[in-house]
């Protein structure tokens, strides 16, 4: 047997560091004595994975909050860029955050190291210029959605389907009541999720209007009860604003937790990104909601090429959930939307089933897959 790789790896932001976290559990399956570091969060490190700067140091959103934290970014990928060359690594992965991550493995890449590239950036739906730099950056890349590696073949990208690791892990049936159990929530109730996001920008301009939606709803519904899975770290931000926007009303703050939020919840409103993907795995009816800086606003809607933001619009071409972005978002316009998702039943049941079918596509036994491709990689 050969003998188990040494990886660098850098993952940002919450989603990241669960997505590095379940690649990582595939890995070691496959090679034991596999070792990582480089950046990560919590759940990596419970995999073994040291980390010589935390994930939360990459998560910043646009471009006003990146240009505020620049300094820093490019001193601690200047710095682990010099580590990693000192001392080479069999393989690099860079999970998702490819403002961050293009420019590191392009530098590893020209210096020799082998690198992956997980999660194909949303060439598709905007910024398509960024794939000239993906094929710069990676030598291959392992693909979440069934349609990216065709896309990224004509661009001379090497690429695999793998799926998305939460699919495997999420079960196909969901398990609301052990959740609402495990969460000490009502089994009877009816549960409304606000998700407002992992990064603190998207808190400060989400959490509010997810906030007073929830009081406008529970005016309208006292019986309802509310439910914040919060990033940890964040529930410093979070708390008040909860006193500021939704004084009075009732909401359970779970620190971290979120896939049990989503299976225990009815519904949720929930920022645009990777939750909402989640979200679909639970068969939740949802609300997307996303708001920014007026400047990234402006100039990310010049960029786009699709009309939906969410990723279950964006994967089923079609608005199956309501969007509202940016000054759409109010907060009547929310509790509306989220109003009527409680009030048809064949519309919630309809969702369940087309969420079903995305399930089982992109269950894919990502670990195995992802692990496959990598060991080719490794063996070149």
């Known amino acids: 047997m050969p003998p188990a790789p040494r990886l660098g790896l850098v993952a940002g932001e919450a989603s990241g560091d669960m997505l590095a976290s379940l690649l ?50 490019l001193a601690i990928r200047r710095a682990l860029r010099d580590r ?4 080479p690594p069999d393989l690099f992965i860079g999970v998702d955050a490819p403002d961050f991550n293009f420019g590191l493995e392009t530098s590893l890449k020209a210096a020799g190291v082998k690198t992956v590239h997980f999660v194909c ?45 939460v699919a495997d892990r999420v079960s196909l049936e969901v398990p609301q009541a052990a959740a609402r159990l495990a969460l000490n929530l009502d089994e009877a109730a009816t549960v409304v999720a606000l998700l407002p996001g992992s990064r603190r920008s998207e808190i400060r301009h989400i959490a509010p ?6 009081a406008l ?12 899975p919060v990033v940890p770290g964040l529930r410093p931000l979070l708390e008040p604003m909860l006193a500021a926007h939704a004084p009075g009303l009732k909401v359970t703050l779970v620190d971290g937790r ?35 800086h007026w400047l990234n606003y402006r100039y990310m809607r010049g960029k786009a090429l699709l009309p939906w ?46 969420f079903l079918r995305l399930h089982q596509t992109l269950r894919q036994d990502t670990a195995r897959k992802a692990s496959d491709a990598i060991a080719k990689i490794l063996a070149r």
């Open 309 to 354: 933001h969410g990723l279950p619009n964006i994967l089923l071409r079609d608005f199956v959930v309501p969007e509202l972005i940016q000054d759409a978002a109010t907060p009547d316009a929310i509790a509306s939307a989220g109003l009527a998702w409680l009030d048809d039943a064949p519309r919630r049941e309809a969702l369940q089933q087309t």
């Open 217 to 228: 709803m529970h005016q309208r519904r006292p019986e309802l009860t509310f439910v914040i």
């Open 24 to 73: 990582l559990q595939g890995l070691q399956a496959r090679w034991p004595g596999l070792s990582a570091a480089g950046i990560g969060g919590p759940k990596m490190q419970a995999q073994g994975f040291k980390a010589w700067w935390p994930s939360e140091k990459l998560s910043v959103f646009g471009y006003v909050d990146a240009l505020l934290h620049l300094r820093e970014l």
């Open 209 to 214: 209007r997810l906030l007073a939606a929830a």
């Open 84 to 87: 990693l060359l000192a001392d």
């Open 121 to 165: 950036p949303s060439i598709w739906a905007w910024r398509p210029d960024r794939v000239k730099k993906l094929a710069a950056a990676a030598d291959h890349v392992l693909c979440l959605f069934p349609h990216e590696p065709a896309l990224l073949a004509q661009h001379g990208v090497a690429a695999t389907f793998v799926g998305h690791p």
């Open 258 to 292: 979120s896939h049990e939020v989503l299976a225990a919840c009815d519904l949720t409103l929930i920022a645009s990104g990777t939750a909402t993907l989640e979200a679909a795995l639970y068969k939740r009816p949802m609300v997307i909601v996303y708001a920014m």
